[in-house]
């Protein structure tokens, strides 16, 4: 195979879920236990209490190895990893500063992390609006990408019909639903933190830090829920809208619109 119709490098999404999500949640949730805490209260110290400062280096330390691996072995930046990795620095900086030098959390904690886990989807959000006015919309690397549909083909129809305005009607209208799920994902995010970190005892210095990387390690979880399911589900419904619409537009069935597999 030649250079030029070689694939861009894909990653694993199995890969993306083991280091960016289930690693994180089991250094967070399994570490964080401080063994001088431990030994005071009388409870035996395993190898793996290597305390809340540690687990969260840990955590952190595998999506932004991974992110850096990526770029180095492919020379090309990952959308996906690149989402990843923002937010993995996101979650440091923060907690840099919501852990105060005393060993206490600041109350503010659950306000502030809801903000940081809203705002990445808001900004894809946000991206994948504005980018329809832009030479490369993000709808076309998302869902309508010459990969999967015969655009040269849908094109051409669209033109010899004379449904140019309607064809760009149609595309807008998928952008905004698209772009509709993150803002949904934004949301529901935010909740996610007040529920996860709300319930961190901050009068308590001694297991604030291992509530709050617990509470982190749980909304890690469940926020690639609140990210993926509503964008999975909307993605279906833009997917089936532009397929139906297409075909009104230009005439051809599914199987001439869609790229054969």
Same mark, same amino acid.
Request: aromatic share 12%; proline share 6%; net charge positive.
């Given at each position: ?16 879920? =083991? $280091? ?5 949640? %089991? ?10 805490? *431990? ?10 209490? #290597?305390?809340?400062?540690? @687990? ?15 770029? =180095? ?11 990843? *990795?923002?937010?993995?620095? #996101? ?21 502030? !992390? ?8 808001? =900004?894809?959000?946000? @991206?994948? !609006? ?5 030479? +490369?919309?993000?709808?076309? +690397? ?6 999967? !549909? ?71 979880? /469940?926020? !690639? $829920? ?5 964008? #999975? ?5 833009? %997917? /089936? ?8 537009? +230009? ?7 869609? #790229?054969?597999?």
């Amino acid at each position: 195979m030649s250079e030029v119709d070689a694939k861009p490098p894909q990653e694993s999404p199995l890969t993306n879920i =083991i $280091v960016n999500v289930l690693i994180p949640i %089991m250094a967070l949730t399994m570490l964080s236990k401080d063994p001088a805490i *431990l030994e005071l209260d009388g409870k035996q110290v395993r190898p793996w209490h #290597l305390g809340p400062v540690v @687990a969260l280096i840990l955590a952190l330390a595998l999506p932004v190895s991974y992110g850096i691996w990526f770029f =180095i072995k492919h020379r090309k930046l990952n959308f996906f990893s690149v989402v990843g *990795l923002v937010s993995v620095l #996101l979650t440091g900086g923060l907690t840099l500063y919501l852990w105060q030098k005393d060993g206490s959390v600041r109350p503010s904690a659950p306000v502030l !992390f809801g903000i940081k886990e809203g705002s990445i989807p808001l =900004i894809l959000g946000l @991206a994948i !609006f504005l980018s329809h006015w832009t030479k +490369t919309p993000l709808l076309n +690397t998302f869902l309508y990408s010459p990969q999967i !549909f015969d655009i040269k083909k849908i094109e051409k129809m669209v033109k010899e019909r004379d449904t140019m305005p309607d064809y760009g009607k149609l595309l807008f209208t998928c952008t905004v639903f698209f772009a509709a799920s993150f803002l949904i994902s934004t949301v529901a995010n935010y909740f996610l933190a007040q529920h996860f970190l709300g319930g961190i005892d901050f009068d308590n210095k001694a297991a604030a830090r291992e509530q709050y990387n617990a509470g982190v390690g749980k909304l890690t979880g /469940w926020g !690639f $829920v609140a990210i993926g399911l509503p964008i #999975l589900v909307i993605l279906m419904f833009v %997917m /089936w809208h532009l397929v139906t619409g297409l075909k009104k537009l +230009t005439g051809l069935d599914t199987d001439e619109i869609l #790229l054969p597999r």
